[in-house]
Nanobody
Framework: QVQLVESGGGSVQAGGSLRLSCVQS????????MGWFRQAPVKEREGVAS???????TLEDSVKGRFTISRDNAKNTLYLQMNSLKPEDTAMYYC?????????????????????WGQGTQVTVSS
């Protein structure tokens, strides 16, 4: 059974940095697209970043130049390096994985594209 567990969240001041990790158990991540999403109170879940098994990345416009998504397939781990954090980045952050290995997906930042989800890790940025 696939399980995703996030860690690395916390409270930081604006301008600070955090590195989120997501470890998958129950299967290899090789061949699967994975992504990071976030959800603030009373807002819908939104895509932040996505990465193919080969390392091609897609970033949401508001995080370009500040966030970096990466993965270590040998460690079954997905990362999100977040720099220059802003108060509007405050949210619960989730990692996710798609269902089909090697498949093409047209909307890689849509939550509907992903089938497996972690429980989330909270990121709070104060001004």
């Amino acid at each position: 059974q696939v399980q995703l567990v996030e860690s690395g969240g916390g409270s930081v001041q604006a301008g600070g940095s955090l590195r989120l990790s997501c470890v998958q158990s129950g299967d290899d991540i090789i061949g699967y697209r994975m992504g990071w999403f976030r959800q603030a109170p009373v807002k819908e879940r939104e895509g932040v970043a996505s990465i193919t098994s080969g390392g091609d990345t897609t970033l949401e416009d508001s995080v370009k130049g500040r966030f970096t998504i990466s993965r270590d397939n040998a460690k079954n781990t997905l990362y999100l390096q977040m720099n220059s954090l802003k108060p509007e980045d405050t949210a619960m952050y989730y990692c996710a994985r798609v269902q089909r290995r090697g498949a093409y997906y047209s909307d890689v930042l849509s939550p509907k594209t992903y089938n497996y989800w972690g429980q989330g890790t909270q990121v709070t940025v104060s001004s």
